[in-house]
């Protein structure tokens, strides 16, 4: 078993899958823009990519660009990246750069990148500045116009956090557009892929003084897609061992809530200090979250019997579904039907890697199986924070291949002796 499963990691370490060719629609995407009509770009948007910008947002986000940077005045290619084209949509007041993610001959991603303005950016309102910042990443712009207390509170780490969350539930930003001003405050649309979001800057003696999303709980039936995904995992479990071992599950359950609030702050380490490396960030962050989770899952479930230990990762697992159903309820977006598929996938992972712990942990390997689990783990959140910057679907079934064949090889191995094993009647906890 243990040399299988270093084989099978020696083998995900040495190949990676590559992401798919691309080829390009940009055409289209550029002519929609020039003429205002939908027609032109519809036939080469992926179905996931009609459903998220649909006609009307299509309009809505080519009004917005123009009320706000004056007429289309022509366009230009900037070059590409694999499956990734860049092209730049010339108005009369700036320039606006689009990425466009490219499969199989159609648009499967469409956001904007930067904004260059033809005029100074003086000429920029608080509030515009501030806006211009969350569409463009580019902190500076809304900084200049901070009060003292403002850039105390509102740090580049939180401005960098806060948009990466709202690209993370609502899709990558497109633009946006004035909706009103009372008194202080100015309300905005933010135009993003999945949904649009509302937000308002307030603005005292010139200087920005508050920045807020409009924020509400609300459950739908899209929202609930990742619960129902580890709810099923559950269930398939409970129906195999006819049992449900209802103290691991809710320890497990807690082990991720200590788990997120020692690895959250962390991880936050190089945003912090400034570090500008994508590679880096990356790369910490999967390093952090695998080292924090496998530790405590690995303390909590090495002296459990096999069952026992498999239920408090389905516990932690089943916890990262229904803290996915929260994160997508609170910032006002709606999970994909894959979103599913994911939490089912990784509640077995999760049980299979406490499921590994015990059984090794018994047979004198425990460390070794640790430090496997813990690189696979860092392979597979690198992976998907790589992908929360820059999303392709090639990547995410690298992501969910790894994650899948890795409970599998455990499972396949380990779950009927789990089934078959005797226990002793002794206290829980």
């Known amino acids: 078993m243990k040399y299988a ?32 009509e939908y027609s032109y770009l519809q036939p080469y948007l992926t179905s996931q990519m009609q459903s998220a910008f649909p006609e009307p947002k299509f309009v809505e986000l ?39 993610v490219i499969e199989n001959q159609k648009i499967a991603g469409l956001w904007i990148v930067k904004v260059s303005q033809t005029h100074q950016e003086s000429n920029l309102t608080p509030q515009e500045a501030m806006m211009e910042a969350i569409v463009t990443g580019n902190y500076s712009l809304a900084e200049r116009y901070f009060s003292p207390l403002m850039k105390r509170v509102f740090t ?43 937000v308002t800057v307030t603005v005292e ?33 409970g129906a195999y061992f006819r049992k449900v071992k209802f103290a691991e599950l809710i320890l497990g359950m807690i082990i991720l809530l200590i788990a997120l609030g020692v690895q959250t702050p962390i991880q936050s380490i190089p945003r912090v200090i400034g570090t ?20 405590l899952k690995y303390y909590f479930s090495r002296n459990k019997n096999l069952k026992e230990a498999l239920y408090i ?3 932690f697992g089943f916890a990262e579904g229904l803290l996915a159903v929260g994160m997508v309820a609170v910032f006002g977006g709606s999970a994909s039907p894959i979103s599913f598929l994911e939490r089912f996938i990784v509640l077995f992972f999760h049980a299979s890697t406490t ?18 689990m813990t690189l696979i783990h ?8 790589y992908w929360n910057i820059h999303p392709s679907t090639g990547l995410l079934a690298t992501i969910y291949i790894i994650t899948a064949l890795t409970s599998a090889v455990v499972l396949f191995t380990l779950v009927k002796k789990a089934k078959n094993e005797v226990e002793e009647a002794k206290v829980v906890w």
């Not at 660009?65 to 289309?72: M, N, Q």
Request: with cysteine; net charge positive.
């Open 5 to 36: 499963l270093f084989l099978f990691t020696a083998l995900l370490v040495l190949t990676f899958p590559l992401i798919c060719a691309q080829t390009t629609a940009s055409s289209a995407f550029i002519k929609s823009m020039e003429t205002g």
């Open 62 to 100: 080519r009004k917005a660009l123009i009320g706000k940077y004056g007429a289309f005045a022509n366009a230009t290619y900037s070059g590409s990246e694999g499956n990734v084209e860049y092209v730049k949509i010339n108005f009369e007041k700036a320039s606006v750069v689009f990425k466009l």
């Open 156 to 198: 580049q780490a939180l401005f960098e956090k806060t948009r990466n969350m709202i690209i993370r539930y609502n899709g990558q930003i497109q633009g946006y557009s004035f909706e009103k001003r009372v008194g202080t405050v100015y309300y905005y649309k933010l135009l993003c892929e999945k949904k649009d979001i509302e």
């Open 205 to 237: 003696n010139g200087m920005i003084t508050g920045f807020h999303m409009n924020l509400s709980f609300g459950l739908s039936f899209q929202s609930l897609y990742p619960f129902f995904g580890a709810l099923l995992a559950l269930i398939l479990l």
């Open 276 to 295: 500008k490396s994508l590679a880096f960030l990356v790369l910490w962050v999967g390093l952090i979250a695998a080292v924090v989770q496998e530790s």
């Open 313 to 315: 990762g389905a516990g």
């Open 355 to 372: 499921l590994l712990f015990a059984y090794a942990y018994k047979e004198g390997w425990g460390m070794r199986a640790f430090g496997v």
């Open 378 to 385: 860092w392979i597979i959140d690198s992976l998907t924070a």
